[in-house]
């Protein structure tokens, strides 16, 4: 159960990396899939 919680940890903690990278390189308006990928990584899995 542990495990599970540390790994759910490390997949926020990426998944913002990622988010952070792509604004950062974007520099610009979010495209639509930009906007529903982030809402498809909002919800829980």
Do not use: Y
């Not at 159960?1 to 604004?23: P, Y």
């Not at 390189?25 to 899995?45: G, H, L, M, N």
């Amino acid at each position: 159960m542990e495990n599970q919680e540390r790994s759910e940890e490390l997949q926020k903690i990426q998944d913002r990396g990622i988010e952070f990278n792509r604004k950062n390189r974007t520099k610009a308006q979010p495209s639509a899939e930009d906007i529903v990928e982030e809402i498809k990584q909002e919800k829980p899995k």
